[in-house]
């Protein structure tokens, strides 16, 4: 992957592609976003939707719902057509398939798995699935088939999806310096992310943790992330996760906290696992 980003390397001269950029410019004016929006309203209007080529990161603190954002954003992004393939290392496709299947039809994930929808979640659990089954692909993937950059870049290959998730990226082995969550394997893996999302010119949305003793005055930061500040240096965008309230698990708060393109923008979430809702309020 790195050699790949060197030897993909090319030059543009400015003064002979004017004419280009032009056609470039009006054709943005006839679509709603320059890239994929993730389906939040104010965070697309902020960064004109994820692009290719960009590596954006979503951190939060432990046990905050980093993974369930990003495979709401998964749905969103399916729902308008689009291909995504989810890559979790935190949990195994069962499970991400339970989470994604309360998520997208609004039914109780503890009931799910007890096999105890009422008949009204049945009902809607079923239209949800003859729904999908004559949709595109959208692919779950999960670490025992792939725990390096390496063999990401085979899964893309072999899928060629419009948009990868990356959920727990600082549980990859780094092939290079042959260790796994130290500061030099994950700068090591957070460039070659990069480089990855530049070779197929895809969003790559990669998510990690960020340590609570460097939060600022309770906020999530940038520079709360732990672990390595590759993630800072790398990444396009930083989308920041956190409760609203310590005490009150009903909502989250999710905001711009870094961007190479954009300014900040938030977006309040009503966060639900009765209904299997992560969204806007009001959406």
């Known amino acids: 992957v790195n050699e790949s980003g060197v030897l993909g390397t090319h030059e543009v001269d400015l003064t002979k ?13 006839n679509q709603e976003f320059l890239g994929i929006p993730t389906g939040f309203k104010e965070i697309d209007e902020a960064t004109a939707g ?26 969103n992004i399916h729902k308008l057509g689009k291909t995504p393939m989810f890559q979790s290392f935190e949990m195994s496709n069962l499970e991400q398939q339970h989470r994604h299947d309360a998520m997208r039809a ?64 600082y549980l990859m082995f780094d092939e290079i310096s042959q260790e796994r969550g130290t500061p030099l394997a994950l700068k090591n893996i957070t460039q070659s992310m990069k480089r990855l999302a530049q070779k197929y010119q895809i969003p790559i949305v990669q998510s990690t943790q960020v340590l609570r003793a460097k939060m600022t005055r ?13 993630f800072h240096q790398d990444s396009d965008v930083i989308f920041a996760l956190q409760r609203q309230d310590e005490e009150d698990d009903s909502s989250r708060l999710l905001r711009i906290v870094a961007s190479r393109n954009c300014g900040p923008a938030e977006v309040e979430l009503l966060w639900d696992w009765e209904e299997g809702k992560f969204e806007e309020y009001g959406s």
Do not use: C, W
Not at 17 to 29: F, H, P
Not at 50 to 70: N, R
């Open 17 to 29: 592609n004017t004419e280009e950029r032009y056609k470039e410019y009006l054709s943005i004016q």
């Open 50 to 75: 994820l692009q290719g080529g960009q590596l954006v990161t979503i951190i939060a603190p432990p046990k905050t719902g980093k993974s369930q954002v990003a495979l709401q954003m998964a749905i």
């Open 106 to 169: 609004h039914i109780s994930h503890g009931r799910l798995i007890r096999g105890a929808l009422t008949p009204v979640e049945e009902a809607r659990y079923r239209e949800m699935l003859t729904k999908m089954g004559s949709m595109h692909k959208f692919y779950l993937t999960e670490s025992i088939s792939g725990a390096t950059v390496s063999q990401l870049a085979l899964k893309l290959e072999k899928h060629r999806p419009e948009i990868l998730f990356v959920d727990g990226v």
């Open 218 to 230: 309770g906020q999530v930061t940038a520079d709360s992330i732990g672990y390595s500040s590759s």
